[in-house]
């Protein structure tokens, strides 16, 4: 197995003396390339603290991360950013787009950082995007948002797609919309997926469910048979 990404002894907390939380407890985990991941728990367990470390968004206390055989120990801020440029693609419950360009100028920001980028063209209709692609994000629904959303992160081609809740703030049918075009990333791409969630009945469509409460791993499992998102219900 190609191990590709690794998580060793991850330490959080936030604040100071008496008012001190830790966060994260020690958190050890090994992901293969072109894996699904889901990290699934309550809110506060953590999970989106880990997301966000292994993104480069936020550091870690202690411990190590490696992707692809290197370090993210003692990288610079320039370092940081060319790692997060190189490797990852976000996704949020929050579809950040900026507002005055058009579907096919948001998803060619996203272009613009990487130096292996995918067909813009090929992804539109991958995406389902291509008959919208003129349009602003305030003349598009929530699902096509989000859609944009996916399609900026996709289309630099990055290892790594870390995804926030990313049907957080979508109903029930465009959630499963959104799952089904996550899956297809993951199949069609080989992209490296790590979705963070609350909602159990997700984890069935992941090759493994990393359960955390209070901070810490408290189970890892591997679906041997694994549910397509179109059949999925909660």
């Known amino acids: 197995m190609d191990m590709?990404?690794?998580?060793?002894?991850?330490?959080?907390?936030?604040?100071?003396?008496?008012?001190r939380v830790e966060v994260l407890g020690g958190i050890d985990l090994e992901v293969t390339r072109g894996e699904?991941?889901?990290?699934?728990?309550?809110?506060?367990?953590?999970?989106?603290?880990?997301l966000n470390i292994i993104g480069g968004i936020d550091d870690a206390d202690e411990g190590?991360?490696?992707?692809?055989?290197?370090?993210?120990?003692?990288?610079?801020?320039?370092?940081?950013?060319?790692?997060r440029r190189r490797h990852l693609g976000y996704i949020f419950q929050m579809y950040n787009l900026i507002p005055n360009l058009t579907v096919r100028e948001n998803i060619e920001v996203g272009?613009?950082?990487?130096?292996?980028?995918?067909?813009?063209?090929?992804?539109?209709?991958?995406?389902?995007?291509?008959?919208?692609?003129g349009k602003i994000p305030s003349q598009l629904s929530g699902g096509q948002q989000q859609r944009t959303s996916i399609g900026r992160a996709v289309v630099k081609n990055p290892d790594i797609l870390l995804c926030d809740e990313p049907t957080g703030a979508l109903d029930y049918k465009t959630s499963k919309d959104i799952l089904q075009l996550i899956e297809k990333v993951n199949r069609r791409y080989g992209s490296t997926v790590i979705?963070?969630?609350?909602?159990?009945?997700?984890?069935a469509m992941a090759d493994t469910v990393v359960r955390l409460r209070d901070g810490m791993i408290r189970d890892i499992r591997r679906n041997e048979v694994k549910t397509p998102a179109a059949e999925l219900e909660w």
């Open 4 to 19: 590709f990404l690794t998580l060793h002894n991850i330490h959080k907390s936030y604040g100071q003396g008496d008012s």
């Open 36 to 50: 699904f991941v889901v990290l699934l728990g309550p809110s506060g367990s953590g999970k989106s603290t880990l």
């Open 64 to 83: 190590e991360i490696v992707i692809d055989g290197e370090s993210m120990s003692g990288m610079n801020d320039r370092q940081l950013t060319q790692y």
């Open 111 to 133: 272009a613009f950082l990487s130096k292996e980028s995918l067909d813009v063209d090929e992804l539109l209709r991958v995406l389902g995007l291509w008959d919208h692609r």
């Open 195 to 203: 979705m963070v969630t609350h909602n159990d009945a997700i984890s």
